[in-house]
């Protein structure tokens, strides 16, 4: 997301004499409406969907299909949308390819304010074949469309799509799963791409370690505290929103999800001790918020809020399908907590000021930064969510959502 907004950027500076090519009164007319929030049948394609792709990168270095629906690229395009604030992305299979295209919401100008592109993605046996390239009213070659698909996706992802096939129900991808696909996607996961020096990380994982041994704390206010006590120390001369965001990423590895420890870097990679005791480790008594919490800052850090609000939100939809736990609103507040946390921790004008506040709080801290979750709605079913809020974008589900966020914001450490 970010690299396209950059490209945009980029584009727009060096087009700058010429505005009236790129920018438009409306968004293009391919693109769907604006989504409502989504559907619960968009969170379960798009949660079917990872568990595939997954399934196909993990086979090994082999040819791989991955085919996917109408329904399930568009579900794509509407999760995407809501991860990328002021972006909307649509995805449409045709007899003639995929057509992809996407509208970025601009501040008001005298010529509009919107950046559209679209560009479609042709059936063919030889890599990615673009073709009726547009940003805004100026068409593109195909060897531009695809310089912009490297920028975006990256050489290996170019280079592992060796065909296409495609109609109005859906696409058709052949892949070659390579050593060089794989690194790619693993260095773009979330947790991967640490814009934090090691050494930092090091110390602040020598300090959970130092306190799991010493107090073995049940709640994580135990852990967190005497972290932002030390971040307060090291800051004294230095940047705070940086130590803060090193403590947090330093904490989301290793009391967050056993994926995110397996994909930390070496020198990130909890110890034996400290994994053990995330295990028993608890935010509002329970474990599963802890995780919720600690796993969704993380993600802000690294994806920004809008796609860590998506992420939250779809793992809550997927849980109210056949197996699973149920849409949890408690789960999502504490999504929701980790997110303004993290803000919070990181914005220059408030992390001193967070810092003064947990430090020397130990346990007593969680009051200060996590709300109350007992009386939220949980284990709903699929059936059960439909009947009482319809889909993710409904009033009385975006009601319930502001009250949760109005009880976050009045704690402590969201005063400003």
């Known amino acids: 997301m970010r690299s396209l907004i950059f490209l945009l950027w980029v584009l727009g500076l060096g087009l700058a004499g010429s505005a009236f090519v790129l920018i438009e009164p409306d968004p293009t007319a391919f693109l769907p409406p604006p989504a409502d929030g989504g559907t619960i049948a968009d969170g379960e394609r798009v949660t079917a969907i990872a568990k595939r792709l997954r399934r196909v990168i993990d086979a090994g270095p082999a040819p791989a299909v991955l085919s996917l629906t109408a329904a399930e690229l568009a579900s794509l395009a509407a999760y995407a949308s809501r991860g990328a604030h002021g972006l909307r992305f649509a995805a ?37 074949q673009f073709e009726n390239i547009r940003l805004g009213r100026l068409a593109l070659s195909p060897k531009a469309g695809l310089a912009i698909a490297r920028l975006l996706a990256g050489d290996a992802a170019v280079t592992a799509l060796r065909g296409l096939s495609a109609d109005s129900k859906g696409v ?44 073995a704390p049940r709640s994580l206010a135990g852990y967190l505290a005497p972290l932002f006590a030390l971040a307060r120390q090291r800051s004294q001369d230095g940047d705070a929103a940086d130590e803060n965001r090193a403590a947090l990423i330093a904490l989301a590895v290793n009391f967050g999800t056993e994926r995110l420890r397996d994909m930390a870097p ?151």
């Open 266 to 416: 070496a020198l990130a990679r909890p110890s034996g001790l400290l994994w053990a005791r995330s295990q028993r480790t608890t935010l509002g008594g329970r474990n599963d918020l802890m995780r919720h919490f600690v796993v969704s800052a993380g993600l802000t850090l690294t994806t920004g809020r809008d796609m860590a609000d998506a992420l939250g939100e779809l793992k809550e939809i997927s849980d109210t399908g056949d197996g699973g736990s149920g849409f949890s609103f408690a789960d999502l507040a504490a999504d929701r907590a980790g997110i303004r946390f993290a803000q919070t921790a990181v914005n220059p004008q408030n992390a001193r000021r967070l810092q003064a506040l947990l430090a020397g709080q130990g346990k007593n801290a969680e009051r200060l930064f996590f709300p109350a979750t007992a009386d939220l709605p949980e284990a709903l079913s699929r059936r059960a969510f439909k009947a009482r809020f319809g889909s993710p974008g409904a009033p009385s589900f975006i009601a319930l959502v502001e009250r949760i966020d109005r009880r976050i914001a009045a704690l402590p450490a969201y005063q400003e």
């Open 172 to 215: 058709t991808l052949r892949l070659a799963v390579t050593p060089a696909l794989k690194a790619q996607l693993k260095s773009r996961l979330p947790l991967l791409t640490l814009d934090v020096e090691g050494d930092a990380l090091k110390i602040y994982q020598t300090r959970l370690e130092d306190i799991a041994r010493r107090d």
């Open 92 to 128: 449409r299979p045709t007899a003639r390819g995929l057509r992809l295209g996407f509208a970025a919401r601009l501040p008001a100008t005298p010529l509009g304010r919107y950046i559209n592109g679209a560009a479609t993605l042709a059936p063919s046996a030889n890599g990615l």
